[in-house]
C-alpha cells in the first residue's frame, strides 16, 4: 500500500511539473541495470509498468529514444506499450502539430516516433524559410511553405526536405563514431612520434609547411614572437584549448578517415537522396544572419558577455556566404553536431522556464566551437569539409553542367567548389523571377501570413515587393482574430555577430520597415 502511494505521488508530481528531456535523461548504453547512477532512476524502476507508461508519456520523443538505452526494464516497457507511449509523447514535444501528428496507416509504432524528428525539421525549415530577407517581389508571394498547409505539394516538398535530414544525420554519425573510436584507441607514442612530434611543433616548420592562406596562427612573422603573444592573439589562450588533447596531426588522421568514409557511403545513395541533402542547405542557408538590427531590445540577439563569446570576431558574412560554396566552416561544424542542436533550438515544449529556454543554442554552440579552435585547425576542417561538399555536389549537376566542369578541369583550371546556383530547384528560385499564382499552391490570395509571432503579411497575386527589403509597407501587427500557429515562437534564425548591423539598417532606433526578425 505503501509503494502504491509512493507511485501515485511521484506520477503526481511528474504529470504537473515534468517534462523530460534527453538533456534530462544522459542516458548511455553502458549503464547497468543492477547499478543505475541515480537513486531516483532506481526507484522509477521498481514502479508497476501503468506508472512507467504514464512518465514515459509525459516525455519527449528524443528523451524516449535515450531511455531506451538506459536500460533493459525501460526498453522491455516502451516496446510492449509503444502504442500508448507514442502518440502521448509526441503530442509533449510538438503540441498543435496536428498535421504532423495524424494518426498513421499502419498504426503507432516507434519507427514513427523516429520519424517525426526529421520530419518537424523539416517542416518547420519550409515555414520559416518566409524570414529571408525579402519575398518574391514580383509575384506577390513569399518564400516558405506554411506547416499547416496539407495540399500534395506542400507534402511532397516536406517528404524530401524530410529526407534530406536523414541523409545528413547519416554523415553525422559518420564523424561521431570516427571520433569516438579514435578516442578509444589513443595510444601513448613511440620514440620515433615523439621526436617527429618535436620537430612538426617547431614554429619554423609551422611557419614553412602551414599551407593555409587564412591561417593567422603560422607564418614567418610569429617564428620570433613570444608564445605567450602568440596565444593571446590568436584565441589559443581559452581554456578548451589548453586542455584539448588533439593535436593537428591526429585533427588530421580524424578528418581523412572520416572523408574516406564519408565518400564510401556516398557513393551507395541515390541521387534523389543527395538532390534532398543539397536542397537542406539551400534552405540552412538563409537561418544564419550575420548581423542584427541594433536597437535596444534585439541587440543582445547577437552580443553576449558569456565565456563563449570570440574575442577577436570572425568575419561571418564570408563565413556564412561560403555555405552556398561548400567550403565553409559552417558546413563542416553542421556535418559535426548534426541535426539534435537544430531540434532543441527549435523545441516547442511549454514546460520550459522562459530562463532557460534553447533560444540561443546553436549561436552559443558555434561560439563555443570556434572559440575552442585555433584557426589552423579551423582551416584543416574547413578543407575536409570542402573536399567532401565539391564530390558530393559534383554527382547532383546535370549532364551539361558536368561535362562543361570535366573540361574546365582537364584545361588544368583548379576548381575545388561547387555553388548551389549550380544545383537548380523548382521551388527555391531568385526572388526577381516572376512567378504565376499556381506556383505557389499552399498560399491563397489575400491570405494572412505569420512571420514570427508579432508582425503578419498579406498575399497577393500580381503584388510588387520594396528590394531589398521587401516587408516594407506591407506589415501589420498580431491581432486576436487569427491564431498565429504552431510555429509563432519558434527561434528561428542564428545571429552571430553584429559588425555590419549599422549599413544595414540606418537609424533604426524605431519600429516598422527594416525589421531584424
Known amino acids: 500500500m505503501q509503494k502504491q502511494l509512493q507511485s501515485a505521488q511521484l506520477l503526481s508530481i511528474t504529470s504537473k511539473h515534468l517534462v523530460l528531456t534527453a538533456f534530462d535523461i544522459q542516458a548511455t548504453p553502458s549503464q547497468s541495470d543492477k547499478h543505475p547512477s541515480d537513486t531516483h532512476l532506481k526507484r522509477i524502476i521498481d514502479l508497476p509498468d501503468d506508472i512507467l507508461i504514464q512518465i514515459f508519456s509525459y516525455c519527449e520523443v528524443d528523451a524516449i529514444l535515450s531511455l531506451r538505452l538506459t536500460c533493459t526494464a525501460f526498453c522491455a516497457v516502451i516496446k510492449a506499450y509503444i502504442t500508448n507511449i507514442a502518440p502521448a509523447s509526441a503530442r509533449t514535444t510538438f503540441p498543435d502539430c496536428d498535421l504532423l501528428l495524424r494518426p498513421p496507416k499502419d498504426g503507432y509504432s516507434f519507427r514513427w516516433m523516429i520519424s517525426l524528428i526529421p520530419a518537424q525539421l523539416a517542416s518547420i525549415v519550409l515555414d520559416k524559410d518566409k524570414l529571408r530577407r525579402h519575398p518574391y517581389v514580383n509575384s506577390g508571394f513569399l518564400y516558405g ?18 529526407n534530406g535530414w536523414k541523409v545528413l544525420k547519416s554523415f553525422h554519425l559518420i564523424s561521431s563514431r570516427v571520433n569516438a573510436n579514435c578516442d578509444d584507441a589513443c595510444t601513448r607514442p613511440n620514440a620515433f612520434r615523439k621526436v617527429s612530434g618535436g620537430v612538426r611543433t617547431s614554429r619554423i616548420w609551422q611557419a614553412v609547411s602551414c599551407q593555409y592562406a587564412g591561417c593567422t596562427e603560422h607564418g614567418m612573422k610569429h617564428v620570433f614572437a613570444p608564445k605567450t603573444h602568440r596565444r593571446v592573439t590568436h584565441h589559443s589562450h581559452t581554456e578548451e584549448q589548453k586542455e584539448a588533447k588533439d593535436s593537428i ?12 568514409k564519408r565518400l564510401t557511403h556516398l557513393d551507395n545513395l541515390s541521387d534523389q537522396d543527395l538532390l534532398d541533402y543539397v536542397y537542406l542547405w539551400r534552405l540552412l ?8 538590427k541594433p536597437s535596444p531590445p534585439l541587440s543582445n540577439l547577437a552580443q553576449s558577455t558569456s ?3 570570440p574575442s577577436l570576431s570572425p568575419k561571418w558574412p564570408a563565413i556564412i556566404n561560403d555555405i552556398s560554396q561548400g567550403c565553409s566552416w559552417l558546413n563542416y561544424f553542421i556535418l559535426h553536431i548534426g541535426p539534435s542542436a537544430f531540434l532543441t533550438q527549435w523545441s516547442l515544449s511549454r514546460n520550459l522556464p522562459s530562463s532557460s529556454a534553447p533560444t540561443h543554442h546553436l549561436r552559443d554552440t558555434i561560439w563555443s566551437a570556434w572559440t575552442a579552435r585555433t584557426t589552423h585547425q579551423i582551416e584543416l576542417e574547413r578543407e575536409y569539409a570542402s573536399k567532401f561538399e565539391f564530390q558530393l555536389r559534383k554527382r547532383c549537376l546535370s549532364p551539361d553542367r558536368l561535362k562543361r566542369l570535366e573540361n574546365e578541369i582537364n584545361k588544368g583550371r583548379m576548381i575545388n567548389t561547387v555553388s548551389l546556383d549550380c544545383i537548380p530547384w523548382a521551388y527555391d528560385q531568385h526572388y526577381c523571377v516572376p512567378r504565376p499564382k499556381e506556383d505557389f499552391p499552399w498560399y491563397e490570395a489575400g491570405q494572412r501570413v505569420w512571420l514570427d509571432g508579432e ?38 534564425l542564428v545571429y552571430l555577430g553584429t559588425e555590419e548591423a549599422g549599413k544595414v539598417w540606418p537609424g533604426s532606433e524605431g519600429e516598422g520597415a527594416e525589421l531584424a526578425f
Open 145 to 162: 511553405i506554411p506547416s499547416e498547409s496539407d495540399c500534395p505539394e506542400a507534402i511532397y516538398w516536406r517528404q524530401r526536405i524530410a
Open 249 to 260: 596531426p591526429d585533427v588530421r588522421r580524424k578528418e581523412a578517415q572520416i572523408l574516406k
Open 285 to 292: 542557408l538563409h537561418i544564419f544572419r550575420p548581423y542584427t
Open 307 to 309: 565565456p563563449q563569446t
Open 455 to 492: 508582425w503578419v503579411t498579406e498575399c497577393e497575386s500580381g503584388r510588387q515587393w520594396s528590394v531589398p527589403w521587401g516587408f516594407k509597407g506591407g506589415l501589420c501587427r498580431k491581432s486576436d482574430e487569427v491564431e498565429p500557429g504552431p510555429l509563432a515562437r519558434v527561434s528561428y
